[in-house]
């Protein structure tokens, strides 16, 4: 892969990252990822660098959040020759599941995960689109613990630095490419 470096590449996520005001609730400022997606050079560059940062690191499940978070998982995972895991919200999941509960910045929630989607000591990494208060993130690294999973790296595309959702996972990795 080119010389890319993490300030180049936020540079051109950013440029491609709309803000909607007042969305989903009067006050959040919603970071719309989907002209990040629609732009196809700058989505595929963001997904060799995460998984050229993580790929001798012995990652083999990819967990992405429900539902931005799939998206970007998904090519990742891939790209890592591991498999894919989905992190749903409750009742999505047909098979048997962990559950965990969570605060998010708007609003409570609980995720699922199938309790044979990850093997005890197995490497794990999750991938969100954004990290805003942790909750969710942390929801999740806790479910895959439950199974014995063991927590290699977050990797978030945003980071919301002013939540400060990082305090919240400072027992783990975590890396985030873009930060506001
Ligand atoms: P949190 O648990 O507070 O870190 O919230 C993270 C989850 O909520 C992620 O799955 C995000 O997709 C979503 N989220 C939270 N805040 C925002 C925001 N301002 N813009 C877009 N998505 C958000």
Not at 98 to 114: I, M, R
Not at 128 to 157: F, N, P, Q, W
Request: hydrophobic share 40%.
């Amino acid at each position: 892969m080119k010389n890319i470096t993490v300030e180049n590449l936020s540079a051109k996520i950013k440029s491609v990252i709309r803000d909607v005001p007042d969305f989903p609730k009067q006050g959040i400022i919603f970071k719309d990822i989907t002209p990040f997606l629609n732009n196809p050079e700058i989505f595929s560059e963001t997904v060799r660098f995460i998984a050229d940062k993580y790929k001798n690191r012995g990652v083999s499940k990819v967990l992405g959040i429900e539902a931005r978070g799939f998206i970007l998982a998904a090519p990742i995972a891939l790209e890592l020759k591991a498999g894919f895991v989905p992190v749903r919200k409750k009742g999505k999941l047909p098979y048997k599941t962990v559950s965990g509960t969570y605060d998010l910045e708007y609003g409570q929630d609980t995720l699922q995960l199938h309790e044979d989607a990850v093997k005890k000591g197995e490497k794990i990494l999750i991938i969100d689109d954004v990290l805003a208060t942790g909750g969710t993130a942390k929801c999740a690294c806790r479910m895959a613990e439950k199974l014995g999973a063991e927590i290699e790296s977050i990797a978030m595309l945003i980071e919301l630095e002013f939540l400060k959702g990082r305090e919240k996972l400072q027992n783990y990795d975590l890396f985030s490419l873009v930060k506001y």
